[in-house]
């Protein structure tokens, strides 16, 4: 019979024949360009079925099939053969068993380990310092923000109202310190639980590799250096891919202002970061990069990890000359930039946003604010995204750089 009959009377796919064929289980004659299929063909079948029902693989079934096609064996040796052969899957089955139960009993343990303590622990809830108060300031007339109401837990504000000589007043949700100008737009906030897996699904393996890559590179970087009783201020937290990663090694008196404009986002991550059960200094904003309502000249490390590529798409200005008012002068910059080696002639980019795309115009700009280049790396070429980094076409090559530079007093600004 055809390869199409034969499919249909074994209720296996046509590929799944084929397959069997080129690892040589099935050898069917062909004639006149196509194969056909007899009762040895079918005998075989029925053997690679009843293996694999046994749990023998592809491979396994292949030697046998060799032997008892070369070796012609009797009806004794064939006995002798087949109930060595079984004995000997038996105890790899049983050995397979215990090391699968032996998993089981670890997974259940540790889920029990994990309930427990979701019974024991209390809510953790992550707020605005007291002691952060001094870096906030109005972003209208630069006087201190004074707090007039609030609910304090452990000396940390989880809501309440900041005010300004001014008049101004500021708002502080759930531990995250509001912007009034800030437009709060309609977010569904489950979304981004489901985000994270989706992402790696959704996106391109080389893209995500070069994504971790770059992460470690500048939590090293990050961690190697002296962080106790330093500002650290990130433009554009997003979902804290960063800020999770070195979020356990942060020193105690460190704080970590996390700014982002989309306040759903920034509930997010400090959602994830309450699971910890560590309490760590995070002052989230949720506020325009252009008006952060902190003190000038309060930062040490400047983290801008794709914050100026992401406000590139729709600016031609380099944002890091609008925020580094807030930048000590012995300040450090760690960055990590989106670029194109070249721009097709459909590309998503409008030409005006081109600039902040290219390397040789992201050094020159970041030389301009006089930081001296320590550390560079520049990740491999990205010929697609995904889902969620869908900013270039076909035929356009992207690569992420991440530089880590410093200034000190005696450089001065212009």
Known sequence: MKI????????????????????????????????????RCQQDINDILSFKNMGFT?????????????????????????????????????????????YKNNIELKLKEWKI????????SLGIDLKTLDVLNCQHCSNQL???????????????????PCGKTYTIDSGIFI??????????????????????????????????IGIEWGYKKLTSADLKGKILLELGTGLGFFLRNIYTDLPDDCLYIA?????????????????????KRVLFICSDFLNIPIRNKVVDFLLDFTGTSNYS??????????????????????GGYILFKHFNVNSLIQEEYRSNFILE?????????NYQLKSEQQSDYIEKGGKYENYFVEGEKVYLYYYYGVRSLSDGLD
Do not use: W
């Open 4 to 39: 199409g009959a034969f499919s249909k009377r074994n209720n296996i796919t046509i590929d799944t024949i084929r397959h069997y064929m080129e690892l040589g289980l099935i050898l069917p004659e062909k004639k006149g360009g196509q194969y056909h299929f007899d009762n």
């Open 146 to 164: 004074d707090l007039t109401q609030g609910n304090v837990v452990n000396g940390q504000i989880i809501s309440g109202k900041l005010t300004c």
């Open 259 to 279: 700014v982002d404009h989309n306040i759903y986002r920034l509930r997010f991550v400090k959602e994830l970061l309450e699971r910890s059960k560590l309490s």
């Open 58 to 102: 592809l491979n396994e079934i292949k030697t046998i099939f060799k032997y008892r096609k070369l070796g012609k064996f009797s009806s004794y040796q064939k006995d002798e053969y087949y109930r060595n052969l079984f004995t000997s899957k038996l105890k790899t089955l049983n050995e397979d068993l215990k090391t699968l139960n032996q």
């Open 117 to 124: 303590a979701d019974q024991e622990d209390q809510a953790h």
């Open 313 to 334: 798409f729709e600016h031609k200005e380099f944002l890091l000359n609008y925020t580094d008012k807030y930048v000590k002068d012995n300040s450090s910059l760690y």
């Open 361 to 369: 115009n992201i050094k020159a700009s970041i030389s301009q604010l």
């Open 179 to 212: 912007d009034p100008t800030q437009t709060i737009n309609d977010h569904n906030e489950q979304e981004y639980n489901r985000f994270l897996s989706e992402y790696i699904q959704l996106t391109d393996s080389s893209y995500i590799d070069n994504l971790n």
